[in-house]
């Protein structure tokens, strides 16, 4: 009795500290969405209400629309993650392959190597990258981004991957072997299925810090027609500080996309990281 | 037996596109700085200077004033995360880890959310709803009768830099949460089972038993951490601007490096200080991952299950 008792006050206590902090975590958001679609004097008058008949109001959604072309930032933003991702699993897996699956002179040096850059960002390179796309003329293009985001994303996937093909058993790849198939096949074919939760894992790691960066499209690729969504709306919003309904739509619209991508996908991430990131 | 064996081509078309990539746009233009920081300009020519430039922005009171308020600064960014993020972190994962808790899914997902979020949201969030225009803040305050207690924080010198720590903390907690919890799940129930046998249970269990256990996650959040840390810019960007205000109270490395490099108001950009910088920074963050990865990785017990 007395021990059950004691459960259910532990188990109260934890249920209250966890909602505090989920109050913590989604309050911030939650004030911006609601007072973004109000009047300007519901805003300021009553913030903790939600929208309703008597204070909707649309006028900082519309001027957001008709001043940037938040269409494009997005655009620009989703062919960077989607090619950088792209070549950091594909090329990620081939070396993380090469790596686990052969004996070479050199092999533990190379692992070493690529694993140099999960501890030194990449960051700290900026002033010679930046020389470099000058004189290779790709200043302002999202190749530009591309590439440094790729070399960015191989070293942790590289180490990941790596790991997780050392499990593949080598009985099947001998079998592959002895039908016949090149190492070409048995990695696309045969290894690379095998690891596919291992790459989901690597891509949610890769996509988020790209998506989010704001460093190298300030310093790359700064001009309107290349512009990331969150250079986008950086900028967008330093113009408008004294424009409350511009701003918190601005940042509204700004939310809502990684916010229904994050939903959509957090039981693959969250599967991703309790599985593979720390073993 | 070496020698009859054929070249392996394969190995080298596996390892050629990664090692390229990662080699020209990496690794060479990280050293391209370093050997960058070794020169200035003379006149129009570039000429090698040796150490001069360390020597101008460690001792140059021009130089040094500021760099070791942007040091000291981001140690304080540091000290506030390890204090806060981590055992926040570390208290959530404990109490999802509990093995009859309810709507752990929702909590886990929840408190992950800040972390999703851009620097530049997270950043005009926080100001909007510190701004003692808006009000949020100080009516939140006064609704529990504190509202003495507010003062314009990000506005003021001795807050703002904490102020923003805080924020950094509220978004990035979801890390170190999610890493520990991993951790306590790869705990094997006999371990725990054994414990119960023993008595310990609740709180002792978790001192005595998990938390011995998940040390060496502890030791890599650590120095994710660090190293996270020690780079960032956004947030400080994002809310106070290049100039890091008010009067420079809030700057870090990474915008003292941004500033210097690219200039701003009436200051030129110079890229061989900045090289300097981004090389002295390159060199603190190496000297903390040596320290955890010879001084304090090796002693960790690991145990194996």
Known sequence: MAKTRTHAGRSIAAHAILLTYTLIALFPVFVIVINSFKSRRAIFAEPLMPPMPGNWDLVGYTTVLEQGDFFQYFLNSMTVTVASLFFVLLFGAMAAFALSEYRFRGNLLMGLYLALGIMIPIRLGTVAILELMVSAGLVNTLTALILVYTAQGLPLAVFILSEFMRSVSDDLKNAGRIDGLSEYRIFFTLVLPLVRPAMATVAVFTMIPIWNDLWFPLILAPSEETKTITLGSQVFIGQFVTNWNAVLSALSLAIVPVLVLYLIFSRQLIRGITAGAVK | ?305
């Open chain 2, 1 to 305: 037996m070496a020698s009859r064996r054929p070249v392996r081509w394969h190995i080298g078309v596996f390892l050629a596109p990664a090692v390229l990539v990662y080699t020209a746009i990496m690794i060479i233009p990280l050293f391209g700085t370093l050997n960058l920081s070794l020169y200035n300009l003379d006149g129009q020519n570039r000429i090698f200077v040796g150490l001069a430039n360390f020597a101008t922005l460690f001792g140059d009171p021009r130089w040094s004033g500021a760099f070791w308020n942007a040091l000291w600064n981001n140690c304080w960014f540091f000290i506030i995360h390890m204090l806060v993020q981590n055992p926040i972190g570390i208290l959530l994962a404990a109490l999802l880890s509990s093995p009859r808790l309810r709507m752990a899914a929702f909590y886990r997902t929840a408190i992950f959310i800040p972390t999703i979020l851009s620097f530049v949201i997270v950043g005009f969030v926080w100001k909007l709803i510190l701004s003692p225009i808006w009000g949020i803040a100080p009516g939140m305050l006064g609704a529990v009768g504190l509202q003495s207690l507010f003062a314009p924080w990000l506005g003021k010198e001795e807050y703002a830099l904490t102020t923003l720590a805080l924020i950094s903390v509220w978004q990035f907690v979801g890390i170190p949460m999610m890493l520990i919890y991993a951790a306590l799940l790869s705990i094997p129930d006999d371990v725990i089972e054994a414990a119960e046998m023993d008595g310990l249970t609740g709180w002792s269990q978790f001192w005595k038993i998990k938390l011995p256990l998940i040390l060496p996650s502890i030791g890599i959040i650590s120095i994710l951490t660090f190293v996270g840390n020690f780079n960032a810019f956004d947030l400080i960007y994002v809310a106070q601007g290049a100039l890091a205000g008010p009067d420079f109270s809030t700057d870090i490395l990474g915008t003292f490096l941004y500033r210097t490099f690219f200039g701003f108001q009436l200051q030129l950009g110079d890229p061989h200080m900045g090289a300097a910088i981004a090389t002295a920074m390159f060199g603190i963050i190496l000297v903390g991952v040596c320290i955890y990865l010879f001084g304090i990785q090796t002693r960790l017990r690991r145990y194996q299950f």
